[in-house]
């Protein structure tokens, strides 16, 4: 599969991520530990995005490249989650869903473009 997405419109789709894991225990219904690691998320990808060497970062500490190594890891842990951590219904549809299009979006985007 050829890569279509730029490290910029990669840079938005981290933003977007980034939102997503924030809005997901109210517009999800999830709480105890499916709504902590929510939260837990959405600041660790906030921090991956605000230093990886791409545009729409604010430090260019990690290489774009190592950022997609953690997405190809981060996307199938978050497909097992819901069995590692028990989640049932949204929160398992949830996970399942965000794991998911982690893993597409990483098949699309071209790790080793320059910014």
Request: proline letters at 6%.
């Amino acid at each position: 599969m050829k890569p279509i997405i730029n490290p910029l419109i990669h840079g938005y789709l981290d933003y977007f991520t980034v939102v997503v894991f924030l809005l997901a225990p109210s517009l999800f219904g999830l709480d105890g530990a499916a709504g902590i690691l929510a939260y837990a998320l959405a600041i660790i990808h906030l921090i991956m995005t605000l230093v990886t060497d791409f545009p729409l970062s604010i430090a260019k500490l990690v290489p774009f490249r190592i950022h997609g190594w953690v997405e190809r890891i981060v996307g199938p842990v978050l497909l097992l989650t819901p069995f590692l951590f028990r989640f049932e219904g949204a929160a398992r549809f949830f996970y399942f869903l965000i794991g998911a299009t982690i893993i597409v979006v990483g098949l699309l985007t071209d790790y080793e473009a320059t910014s």
